[in-house]
């Protein structure tokens, strides 16, 4: 009960909020329309720019609006904090933990619409819909709590004014490191194992290797997802329920 | 009411709050006095569990900081030093939602935020987004907020900051009212509000609680005829 009534406190904090719509919703949509109207305009064989094929955009927009949870659940914490609305809370009977679930929780349905979102705009431009998009969907999951993981962290550690900065870091590397807009698959050794290494490229490569059913050795990226939505998940809990007991000053 | 032993807070090599020790009645109204830094939010953030003590321990209506802390949270209530608002939320809805934390029953968390809002004025902007408020307005959303819960001990850190003349004698009115219901502790920069809330004042200098007694006696102590001067005089400036 308390944390649902957390969780819509929340969802209308940052949903009262028309820049957090434009990035979390709009600017991944238009990315992606505006993106493929060009490519399929100018460029006359799109397996020349795989990246562009529609499940690839579908994928990494869907990785690319969730870097914006990050952004967005960063600059909700750190703001309660900084205005010591943590602790009213931390004074009321709420523990923690409620706290906590309460931001996720409040996450979760936007990422959802995100992926709503883009999954039309996909369709738009011929997203082929077969029973696989289903399992895509949910292989986006990870990702999905990875980013948000990372917005707690963040918002945990940084004061309101470091955590734009701090955020636009994590949405520059899931964006270059990603693949999103460059095929991975022509660049350089060295770089391409730093990418597989981190966790946004193979969150690209899941949902993608799902829609076109090619799925070979897909493991391993699931694996190092995963891994990283655990470690991170744990380490934001973990960072969180020490500041939220800590002294953290306001200033 | 409260009884702190020998409350100390360290941060690294700086101790905020040393060994503060004090008894606080039932149905008074303390004020805590000190300049900059003295360590008043550092006290009240570790009486309102938001802050862990280094050392000592206080008992709040019989219930142990260190061990009750859960049962102490049902009792007390803080507006901190920070305008702790909801910034998005219209000023009903922020009372609704600390409203919501404490009861289930939905009438009666109507009837708490419908009361809360007439006490103190908030009805004619009830539906406005609390950010757009001006800083008093926000100030008397935070107190009304904390009173939420019916508080048993309530905490006030520099309530009338920012507040104009006027919106301040109102508010120490409202206080007044409180004091009735509640044991009130509050911090202020402003001697004239100690002087004409406070039951008793304490006055801290880095982070010791050097002089606690009624207005009077501490004019009578330092010899002086202002409580402003004894103030000073007890606070460690040189004039
Ligand atoms: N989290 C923290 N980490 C390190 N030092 C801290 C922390 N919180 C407070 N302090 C220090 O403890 C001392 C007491 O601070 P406190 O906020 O309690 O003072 P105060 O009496 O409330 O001052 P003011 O009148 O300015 O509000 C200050 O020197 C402050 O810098
Ligand atoms: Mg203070």
């Not at chain 1, 004074?91 to 995100?114: D, H």
Request: overall charge positive.
């Amino acid at each position: 009960m308390r944390t649902l009534a957390f969780v819509r406190r929340n969802l209308k904090e940052i949903l009262r909020d028309p820049l957090s719509l434009v990035f979390c919703f709009a600017f991944p949509v238009l990315l992606l329309v505006i993106m493929e109207l060009i490519i399929t305009s100018t460029v006359p064989d799109i397996s020349y720019v795989p990246q562009f094929k529609i499940e690839n955009m579908f994928s990494s927009m869907c990785v690319f609006s969730f870097t914006f949870l990050t952004l967005f659940t960063a600059m909700l914490i750190s703001k309660d904090r900084n205005s010591s609305f943590q602790a009213r809370l931390n004074v009321s009977p709420m523990k923690s933990v409620e706290i906590l679930f309460g931001y996720i929780l409040a996450v979760l349905p936007l990422a959802i619409i995100q992926i709503i979102l883009i999954f039309c705009a996909s369709l738009c431009f011929g997203l082929v819909v077969k029973w696989n998009i289903l399992l895509a969907v949910l292989a986006l999951f990870p990702s999905m709590i990875l980013f948000i993981g990372l917005g707690i962290l963040v918002g945990s550690l940084c004061g309101e004014k470091a955590v734009g900065g701090m955020s636009s870091v994590i949405i520059n590397l899931a964006v270059f490191l990603g693949g999103m807009f460059f095929p991975l698959e022509t660049m350089n050794n060295a770089f391409t194992v730093i990418c597989d290494i981190l966790p946004f490229a193979p969150g690209i490569k899941i949902p993608k290797a799902i829609i076109t059913e090619n799925t070979e050795g897909i493991w391993i990226a699931v694996l190092t997802v995963i891994l990283y939505m655990l470690v991170i998940l744990g380490i934001s809990i973990l960072v969180f329920q020490l500041k939220s007991k800590s002294d953290k000053k306001a200033h | 009411m409260i009884s702190i032993k020998n409350l100390t807070k360290k941060f690294k090599d700086l101790c905020a709050v040393d060994s503060l020790s004090l008894d606080i009645y039932e149905g008074e109204i303390f004020a805590l006095l000190g300049v900059n830094g003295a360590g008043k939010t550092t006290t009240i953030r570790m009486l309102s569990c938001i802050s862990r003590p280094t050392s000592g321990n206080a008992e709040i209506d019989g219930f142990s900081l260190k061990k009750q802390s859960a049962k102490i949270k049902e009792i007390i209530n803080i507006s901190p030093q920070e305008t702790a608002i909801a910034g998005n939320l219209t000023v009903r809805e922020n009372m609704e939602f600390i409203a919501s934390l404490y009861y289930k029953d939905k009438k009666i968390i109507e009837e708490k935020v419908k009361a809360l809002l007439k006490d103190f004025s908030l009805e004619d902007v009830a539906k406005k987004k609390a950010k757009l408020l001006s800083g008093g307005m926000q100030r008397r959303l935070s107190i009304a907020m904390a009173l939420v819960s019916a508080p048993k001990v309530l905490f006030l850190d520099e309530p009338t900051l920012g507040l104009d003349v006027i919106a301040r004698k109102e508010l120490w009115k409202q206080i007044e009212e409180l004091k009735k219901k509640m044991t009130i502790i509050l911090t202020t920069h402003y001697m004239e509000e100690a002087e004409a809330l406070a039951d008793r004042i304490g006055i801290m200098v880095k982070g010791k609680l050097v002089e606690v007694g009624t207005v009077a006696e501490l004019k009578a102590k330092t010899g002086e005829e202002k409580f402003e001067d004894a103030f000073i005089k007890i606070a460690g400036g040189k004039l």
